[in-house]
Each structure stands twice: as structure tokens, then as C-alpha cells.
């Protein structure tokens, strides 16, 4: 399990899969074409809280088999509208 840094685009799509343990699904961009896939279990809640349409976000983590990025850190940043603007 090799953990590496993503910084990506939150693509405003979230999906709870599993209440207990609370499980999130986040869909995020590198670039235009490159989708990653994301779940989250260490404070989900508060990812979700932070969210914001386009936000970028820092994220640390590994890639399981399946290859979703699981994330064990995070920082939400200001979105990208709000940085061009």
C-alpha cells in the first residue's frame, strides 16, 4: 500500500454507500479527460460538511484493486469560480 498525494477538482457528484461505517463516494477530476474515483471513511461527515461546488481538493491516500483512491487525508480548498473571480 503506497500512500501518494492527488490534488483534484471536486466534480459535485457524492454518494453515501454505507451508514455504518459511514462510507462516501466522491467523484473528483485531475484534468478534463482523467476521472478519479474516491471513498472516504475517516470523517466523512466533515468532507461533506467543507464540500463545495468545484472546490479543489488535496487529497492523500493509496489506490485499492478496484482502483478508487482511498483517502485518509484531505483539505478543502476556496473553488475554483471563487479563485478566478
Not at 482502483?67 to 476556496?78: A, E, L, S, W
Amino acid at each position: 500500500m503506497r500512500q501518494q498525494p492527488l490534488t483534484v477538482q471536486y466534480n459535485n457528484q457524492f454518494k453515501i454507500i454505507s451508514y455504518d461505517p459511514l462510507l462516501v463516494y466522491v467523484r473528483g477530476r485531475l484534468t478534463e479527460q482523467q476521472v478519479v474515483h474516491c471513498l472516504v471513511t475517516r470523517h466523512a461527515l466533515t468532507l461533506l460538511y467543507q464540500l463545495q461546488p468545484n472546490a479543489r481538493l488535496a487529497l492523500y491516500g493509496h489506490y485499492n484493486r478496484r482502483n478508487q483512491f482511498i483517502i485518509t487525508k484531505f483539505m478543502v480548498g476556496r473553488p475554483v469560480q471563487t479563485l478566478a473571480s
